[in-house]
């Protein structure tokens, strides 16, 4: 039963390879003369000799959204790069290929992610990671009870664990999920399919990659090392940007305190851009009004935070400066068809042109909304309002086109007017 959704910032991947014990997860074990069979019926692959799996059926406790560890850079794997390093893949017949190889810095192969929409077939698609070293990263995992043991394939001599989860809810039913090691190279395979199917396709793709070994990877090696970029940049380093200094303010209202600024150029993904923030001061005697009436307007006794201790308002202002990118391209509208067009919301994100930029555009981009800090402990027993402060806050996402260059300005939830903003943005208009 699934319990919660979490969210985790670190990398999950195969649980140690255990013994089977007495409180084992449920399985089936598919035979693989069967499997043959079925698999030349269907056609899908190449004939292989097999070993059955056992799919481990375990009830599902929770779900956990992973953030993956990024590596240096990335490359696109071709169809021909694809075909040479899994061979038991079917790419004949499919509508996308988004698979990609990862690396360190100097060329290091670290991870590959294939991954392909299959055409006209159930499964939809297909993804194969493999980690070399460590565990290659994911986005999401399937969390058991402690008390589950899974039983492992013994599959021409290699260790793998089976995964056929009951979705129950849509269709194809199930997912299925396959890891396991080979010399310090890290395997995981993941699809959703209908039950037979899956288990067909499952127990070929991994007799195919333990059969077909690691040579294949050769061909992603050695790769042209991209140019790259990250690092921190104070404020006058940014004025004597080459690519993007013309477009950092000039003139800052002094209630803005510059707090961090980042320089970032990724040659592999077409990204140049320089990342500029600062802080403003909150009205301090507004908040304690209202920090003053919600105590008055409380209907209970408990404790109250100080003033000083209550995490306020988030007056940032983000300033995002690129090269535009094709896509930006199709929401860039005009100020004319803004003005015209009233229902076209702030939320929209559209593009507008820095000559036909106004003051009133800036203004009706201005979204309010209402702020809830923490003023007092939580008890279930106590009403929200005796908890949570309700301060009025605001919040402001523009885009504005220069050219070639896309600058994207951005407030948190606090309370920056539009016309301090529109102050940093007169100069440049210009």
Not at 172 to 199: C, L, M, T, W
Not at 252 to 267: A, L, M, T
Not at 373 to 401: C, K, R, Y
Not at 418 to 424: D, K, Q, V
Request: glycine share 4%; charged share 25%; hydrophobic share 40%.
């Amino acid at each position: 039963m699934r319990k919660l959704i979490i969210m985790v910032c670190l990398l999950l991947f195969i649980p140690i390879l255990t013994a089977c014990g007495d409180n084992r997860a449920d399985a089936e074990i598919t035979e693989g003369n069967d499997v043959s069979n079925l698999l030349e019926q269907s056609g899908f692959g190449e004939d292989i000799p097999l070993e059955p799996l056992i799919f481990n059926t375990p009830e599902v406790e929770s779900e956990a959204n992973i953030s993956p560890v990024g590596h240096d850079f990335y490359l696109p794997i071709s169809d021909e790069q694809l075909s040479t390093i899994f061979p038991v893949l079917d790419i004949t017949d499919y509508e996308w290929n988004r698979s990609n190889a990862y690396y360190s810095i100097d060329g290091t192969l670290a991870e590959v992610s294939a991954r392909i929409h299959l055409s006209n077939d159930m499964a939809h698609w297909l993804e194969v990671q493999v980690g070399f070293g460590q565990a290659p990263m994911t986005l999401h995992e399937y969390l058991f009870s402690d008390s589950v043991v899974f039983q492992y394939s013994d599959v021409h001599g290699v260790l793998v664990r089976v995964l056929m989860i009951d979705e129950g809810w849509s269709d194809p039913q199930f997912s299925f999920d396959a890891s396991f090691v080979i010399d310090d190279i890290y395997y995981r395979i993941r699809f959703r399919d209908s039950k037979e199917s899956g288990q067909n396709r499952m127990t070929e793709i991994v007799n195919g990659l333990i059969l077909n070994g690691s040579e294949g990877f050769v061909v992603l090696e050695n790769p042209v090392i991209p140019y790259i970029r990250s690092e921190a940049i104070t404020l006058d380093e940014a004025h004597l940007d080459m690519d993007f200094g013309a477009f950092v303010p000039v003139f800052i209202p002094d209630e803005f305190n510059f707090q961090n600024g980042h320089r970032n150029v990724r040659e592999y993904a077409s990204e140049n851009s320089l990342y500029l923030e600062w802080q403003m001061s909150y009205d301090e005697s507004y908040l304690y009004d209202i920090y003053t009436h919600w105590i008055d307007e409380r209907t209970t006794d408990t404790p109250v935070y100080p003033f000083n201790e209550i995490f306020w308002l988030d007056n940032r202002l983000g300033w995002h400066i690129s090269t535009v990118r094709e896509h930006d391209l199709e929401r860039l509208i005009s100020a004319d068809e803004f003005r015209i067009n009233e229902f076209i919301e702030p939320w929209h994100q559209p593009i507008f042109l820095a000559e036909e930029l106004t003051l009133d555009i800036l203004r009706w981009h201005e979204e309010i909304s209402i702020n809830l800090p923490q003023g007092a402990d939580w008890d279930e027993n106590e009403e929200m309002e005796n908890v949570f402060l309700p301060v009025e806050t605001s919040w402001i996402q523009l885009h504005i086109l220069f050219g070639d260059v896309l600058l994207r300005v951005h407030t948190g939830q606090g309370n920056i007017p539009p016309e301090a903003i529109w102050a940093m943005l007169e100069d440049l208009l210009e």
